[in-house]
């Protein structure tokens, strides 16, 4: 089966988006309301989901499960005190089951074997986070947390690009409420390794 | 200006959308997790939104701006009876002013001039809207009050379809919170017309 359909939408090649149309200056020519005709208004999209590299399990090799179980647990413990933590459940033992379950994704998602799907059938992040509304500033303050998580664990720096490349995207497609225009923040790895690199031997 | 802005990720004249994945049943031959290479997932949308044509001024010159503004504040008196309620000012004054408001802006929208931008600039009704959170669900309740608001306001039938071709898409921008992957529901004139037909007279 072909997962690539036709979006009539995207006629000549080309989409309007909100983000698209808030950067542009306003037009001066622009037709105003109730006129002597229907004016129609063109479709239009929000953000583009970036396409997402998922990682090879190179890093799973070099680390192994109960570094990648640390890692996510640290994650949860540094978001925990961030705005994002009263998304997760105040119940300790609901809460614990919440990360083993991220940890047991994380460690699959690295070339753990199937432990979550076995378990947990297809992970459908995007759908799993429906319940809780996840914000553009839910996501940076995540993705900040996990940069720090990193830096904390000593995560071995030959990986690092290819697990970053991974939950840079992955992390936006967690997005489920939008609260402005702007187009969603990208932390591409060029403009983020520096910040690795000098944190060296502190 | 030319606000036909290229898209990049309309190459080869189509794109991915959450709604269309989760339309296509699971294929068999699915790549799993943390294999030899990475594995890039491709980019995606969430709901298009769909082309709104505004309404000529067809409807200001028949019904006028007493009769838009009684629509408005009945649409408001049936929505704060709505889980859609809560989404409003609970202080008398505040909600009157954001009642006020609404109606100013479908006076205008409908041909009576320019009272509301004249005060409040370009409506950027999605911007405006952000601050609070409109699901799938609050959209359908939103639309269902219009419906019945028509009803009951005798909005004049010869008007009604332009009416609302122009609401029912218009609505679909509002939202803003994600709960689910499903396309959103539409309601054609086509479909709905025969609503307004079956009530005459009653």
Request: glycine content about 6%; hydrophobic content about 35%; aromatic content about 8%.
């Amino acid at each position: 089966m072909n997962t690539k359909i036709e979006n009539n939408s995207c006629q000549n090649g080309r989409i309007n988006s909100f983000t698209q149309v808030n950067q542009m200056q306003q037009r001066g020519d622009k037709r105003g309301f109730g006129g002597d005709e229907v004016r129609v208004v063109d479709s239009m999209i929000d953000i583009i989901y970036p396409p997402v590299p998922f990682p090879s399990n190179r890093i799973f090799n070099t680390i192994g499960e109960m570094k990648i179980r640390e890692m996510v647990e640290h994650h949860h413990t540094l978001l925990l005190k961030t705005k994002v933590g009263k998304l997760f459940p105040a119940n300790e033992e609901a809460l614990k089951m919440v990360i083993d379950k991220s940890a047991d994704f994380f460690v699959e998602a690295l070339g753990g074997g199937d432990i979550f799907t076995s378990v947990h059938g297809e992970p459908h992040l995007r759908m799993r986070h429906f319940k809780v509304p996840i914000d553009e500033q839910d996501r940076e303050i995540w993705l900040a947390m996990y940069k720090k998580t990193l830096k904390m664990i000593n995560f071995p720096k030959a990986h690092l690009e290819e697990f970053w490349n991974w939950i840079e995207p992955l992390s936006i497609r967690m997005i489920n409420r939008r609260t402005n225009m702007e187009a969603i923040k990208r932390h591409h790895w060029q403009e983020v390794k520096h910040e690795f690199m000098t944190r060296e031997g502190n």
